[in-house]
T-cell receptor, first 113, second 116 residues
Framework: ETGVTQSPTHLIKTRGQQVTLRCSSQ?????VSWYQQALGQGPQFIFQ???????GRGNFPPRFSGLQFPNYSSELNVNALELDDSALYLC????????????FGEGSRLTVL | AQKVTQAQTEISVVEKEDVTLDCVYE???????LFWYKQPPSGELVFLIR??????QNEISGRYSWNFQKSTSSFNFTITASQVVDSAVYFC?????????????FGSGTQLTVLP
């Protein structure tokens, strides 16, 4: 177990709706990253938060947004859901920023109908 | 731009066989990191190793070993005497300085099945 927990584990939404995914980091980890993993593919970097500020962003549109809270937990929000947003969303924490040694949660499986 | 290629989509071996997972990467940076992660059916990726671009020494950890060759831009992973519990998807990943954060670029993964 990595100590990173995500909720919900599974959810189904319809196109155009909004979704919020949550992540609780491993204790003492101040950096959290979110990745999207489509079926049969490797994870793709969405963004990273370090000490409550966005620290970098991948090639995702602005309707993907996030938050990090003072206790280092995090949220990923996706607005105006599209069918292609169906994927496993992975949260990963790091003890310190930019080590690359990520501790992943088990993910939230989002299905958009 | 950085890129990671794992040409082997699926590999199937019988228990106790050795198996090598291939990884080829592309980057313009001279300073970068390479990683291997394991993804069991539960979904969470498990960190296996990080190697920086200045350290070409091969590494062995129990039944796992890694062969880093800058000349061929490869970072291959070998499991010796494979076990059924090794069945998982294995991802190779690269991190360089091209992004604002040290993001990982993953390959598409290799599904390893170890048969009893």
């Amino acid at each position: 177990e990595t100590g990173v927990t995500q909720s919900p584990t599974h959810l189904i939404k319809t196109r155009g709706q909004q979704v919020t995914l949550r992540c609780s980091s491993q204790s003492g980890h101040n950096t959290v990253s979110w990745y999207q993993q489509a079926l049969g593919q490797g994870p793709q970097f969405i963004f990273q938060y370090y000490r409550e500020e966005e620290n970098g962003r991948g090639n995702f549109p602005p309707r993907f947004s996030g938050l990090q809270f003072p206790n280092y937990s995090s949220e990923l929000n996706v607005n105006a859901l599209e069918l292609d947003d169906s994927a496993l969303y992975l949260c990963a924490s790091e003890r310190e920023v930019n080590t690359g040694e990520l501790f992943f949660g088990e993910g939230s499986r989002l299905t958009v109908l | 731009a950085q890129k990671v290629t794992q040409a082997q989509t699926e590999i199937s071996v019988v228990e106790k066989e050795d198996v090598t997972l291939d990884c080829v990467y592309e980057t313009r940076d001279t300073t970068y990191y390479l990683f291997w992660y394991k993804q069991p059916p539960s979904g969470e990726l498990v960190f296996l190793i990080r190697r920086n671009s200045f350290d070409e020494q091969n590494e062995i950890s129990g039944r796992y070993s890694w062969n880093f060759q800058k000349s061929t831009s490869s970072f291959n992973f070998t499991i010796t005497a494979s076990q059924v519990v090794d069945s998982a998807v294995y991802f190779c990943a690269l991190s360089d300085n091209s992004g604002s954060a040290r993001q990982l670029t993953f390959g598409s993964g290799t599904q390893l099945t170890v048969l009893p």
